[in-house]
């Protein structure tokens, strides 16, 4: 596995060894001792979650602030604009963000540590995104931020397209009124 820094030196992007031929493919998606060796990180998942999402649909920013979740997360189907945001105000990066694309074709993976929000923004006619969670969801602790909120100022290089998005997120609050973590 190699893995690659991002502009958040807690977000990484892992890339997998594929072992591929004229019948297909094989790659270990995750291996507790190889993601120790290569991140130094020591995580224990507790829950895998499948979410499929048409195109413009974008998911997210969401965290939970009691028992924070590190997620591994990858795309199985399609291509998403994946987004961590640093939500932790004791960092020097509260605020700012990272993306990476994710596809079924790439086979990437991004590693969301605890205290970061975690968005994605679907850029195929649909996609499969599967992640692991080291803590449960819990919904009573889930919170979004703003998708568009200029203090955090993703590019999500939309165009004249409006995303679709769910209530909680369309209504979510601003990063200066948002719960964060410490």
Same mark, same amino acid.
């Given at each position: 596995?190699? =893995? ?7 977000? &990484? ?6 072992? +591929? ?19 130094? &990180? ?6 895998? /979650? *499948? ?5 413009? =649909?974008?998911?997210?920013? *969401?965290?939970? =602030? ?11 189907? +399609?291509?998403?604009? $994946? ?9 020097? /990066? ?15 993976? %991004? ?6 929000? *975690? ?34 100022? %993703?590019?999500? $290089? &939309? ?15 601003? &990063? ?7």
């Amino acid at each position: 596995m190699k =893995v690659v820094p991002t502009a958040l030196p807690e977000v &990484l992007i892992l890339e997998p060894e594929v072992f +591929g031929d004229d019948r297909g493919f094989f790659m270990e998606s995750w291996n507790a001792r190889t993601f120790r060796e290569a991140t130094g &990180l020591d995580v224990e998942f507790v829950q895998d /979650n *499948h979410s499929r999402s048409v195109r413009n =649909v974008l998911r997210g920013i *969401h965290y939970q =602030v009691v028992k924070p979740q590190g997620k591994l997360v990858r795309v199985v189907t +399609g291509a998403v604009f $994946d987004v961590t945001v640093d939500l932790r105000q004791s960092s020097p /990066n509260f605020g700012k963000w990272a993306g990476v694309e994710l596809s079924a074709e790439n086979k990437r993976q %991004v590693w969301v540590p605890p205290g970061f929000g *975690h968005a994605f923004l679907v850029r195929s006619e649909y996609s499969d995104v599967v992640y692991k969670t080291t803590e449960h969801w819990l919904a009573e602790y889930e919170r979004s931020l703003r998708w568009d909120d200029p203090a955090v100022a %993703v590019n999500w $290089d &939309l165009g004249s397209q409006a995303p679709v998005l769910a209530n909680k997120d369309a209504n979510a609050p601003s &990063l200066s009124s948002a719960d964060t973590f410490s």
